[in-house]
Nanobody, 118 residues
Framework: QVQLVESGGGLVQAGGSLRLSCAAS????????MGWYRQAPGKQRELVAS???????NFADSVKGRFTISRDSPKNTVYLQMNSLKPEDTAVYYC????????????WGQGTQVTVSS
């Protein structure tokens, strides 16, 4: 009964910005980390950004300095602020939550399309 609902994707011109959100609900507990992955056609799914329970963040080199990840813990929501978007950022973006403490459980959002035009 765990659900991750994503929103905020869309079409934007190069240089523009988008803000993705992912809200977790249901029986989820003890969130260890939240993150965003993306997958472009013909490519492997890659980690874009993550934030650990203690607040430490990680970013892919390709987005460092342009993207910001943040969370609203009381709402079990994670955000991805994407600035200075490039056509190569075009992909389906997936929210991921690692939860359950030592149980090591994992849930995925449905994916949201981000398309950056030149």
């Amino acid at each position: 009964q765990v659900q991750l609902v994503e929103s905020g994707g869309g079409l934007v011109q190069a240089g523009g910005s988008l803000r993705l959100s992912c809200a977790a609900s249901g029986s989820i507990f003890s969130i260890n980390a939240m993150g965003w992955y993306r997958q472009a056609p013909g490519k492997q799914r890659e980690l874009v950004a993550s934030i650990i329970s203690g607040g430490r963040t990680n970013f892919a080199d390709s987005v460092k300095g342009r993207f910001t990840i943040s969370r609203d813990s009381p709402k079990n929501t994670v955000y991805l602020q994407m600035n200075s978007l490039k056509p190569e950022d075009t992909a389906v973006y997936y929210c991921n939550v690692a939860w359950g403490g030592s149980y090591g459980l994992e849930s995925w959002g449905q994916g949201t399309q981000v398309t950056v035009s030149s």
